[in-house]
């Protein structure tokens, strides 16, 4: 089983997303209507493991990156090597969607095998340090979009909160024009989520396991490249491996991006109830099973958000329950479809950027604002 510390950090929810103690109905309306829902979805049983799924997902992803390999080994000193290296950038961010599976605790039924699943696979082959990913992902679940809590809305290149967009200089210059300068900077994305890895393994002496994580993400960081540049020489190997960062960077930012940016701010200070803010704070994008696969299932961002646990492959089928319950108590159910879910992020951003106060007022949310 995991740490209570690591187990806290990933249930946020405050009915039935797992094992936790569920609120009985009755304390008030709002956990009432969460139990409701949560007692139709596992009714349903929706929150039921789906093993066999993510074994096939796993062997299939285990199947390619055997193949890229082979590429990487056999197509010899060609430009086409790069095309090879966007694979990997994809594989990779593949990966990174299993690690993630693993870590909210969907794939085993043991606690300590999805941890020691998420811990490898994040390390070895993502790149990713599971200790810090799990403290920022389980702040980010427990308080989305909120200000001051949820650290992905954190000032750092972008401004996502308007009353910390008056920057000067070269970082001002960023801000004004961050809207448009989204899709190269999440280009870099692979870079900042590498560094920030390996400075929180280096620096947090306290990390669970932080010695068998220093040493995965030396493996990682040391044998791929290396590999890639003894096969490929210096120039091209060069290329392949900025390429991969690239597609990896813009993959794995890509896919988290539309889910919550452009999507109403909670005041640190607010109170609102589990259902309405894991709702209001999230968006779903339409697309259809490729997108799902794209996506590896983020895509269903309010049901994620809403049953932690649920495996991926029972997010489209709990959409349709988590719908209607919405709709019969007037919370905003947002979707939208790919494209229009990132031009909706440039256009915050923009307006961020450029100083408006309040560039995406929520009617809801701004019930729960302290008078």
């Not at 220093?214 to 392949?240: H, M, Y």
Request: hydrophobic residues 45%.
């Amino acid at each position: 089983m995991p740490s209570p510390q690591e187990t806290s950090q990933l249930e946020s929810a405050p009915a039935t997303t797992g094992r936790r103690t569920v609120k009985q109905p009755g304390e008030n309306p709002q956990v009432s209507d969460f139990f409701e829902l949560s007692r139709k979805v596992k009714d349903a049983g929706l929150m039921e493991r789906r093993v066999g799924r993510y074994i096939a997902r796993m062997i299939f992803l285990g199947l390619a990156l055997a193949g890229a390999f082979t590429l990487l080994f056999t197509l010899g000193d060609t430009y086409w090597q790069l095309a090879v290296a966007a694979l990997f950038g994809v594989l990779f961010t593949q990966a990174g969607f299993l690690t993630h599976d693993a870590a909210h605790q969907q794939i085993f039924s043991s606690g300590k095998r999805n941890a020691w699943f998420s811990r490898i696979t994040g390390n070895l082959i993502v790149g990713l340090s599971y200790g810090w990913w799990t403290r920022k992902h389980g702040r980010h679940h427990a308080n989305p979009n909120t200000v001051g809590k949820d650290g992905d809305i954190s000032t750092g290149a972008l401004v996502f909160i308007p009353e910390e967009a008056d920057r000067t200089g070269f970082m001002g210059w960023i801000t004004r024009r961050q809207g448009w300068l989204f899709f190269p900077l999440l280009c870099l994305f692979a870079f900042a989520l590498h560094y920030n890895s390996v400075k929180s393994v280096l620096q947090n002496r306290k990390l669970k396991h932080r010695r068998i994580e220093l040493a995965l993400l030396v493996w990682r960081f040391i044998s791929f490249p290396l590999l890639v540049l003894v096969v490929l020489g210096p120039g091209l190997g060069s290329a392949f491996m900025g390429v991969q960062l690239l597609v990896f960077g813009a993959y794995m930012g890509g896919s988290f991006a539309p889910n919550h940016k452009g999507m109403p701010l909670i005041p640190h200070d607010s109170k609102i109830d589990f259902l309405s803010r894991q709702v209001l704070t999230s968006r779903n994008i339409r697309g259809g099973k490729i997108v799902d696969w794209a996506m590896g299932g983020l895509n269903y961002q309010i049901e994620h958000h809403l049953f932690p646990r649920m495996p991926s492959a029972h997010l489209p089928l709990v959409q349709p329950l988590v719908r209607q319950h919405c709709a019969e108590r007037g919370i905003p159910y947002t979707e939208a479809g790919l494209i229009e879910s990132y031009a909706i992020v440039v256009k915050y951003l923009n307006r961020v950027g450029l100083g408006y106060a309040d560039p995406m007022e929520c009617p809801l949310v701004s019930q729960y604002r302290p008078r």
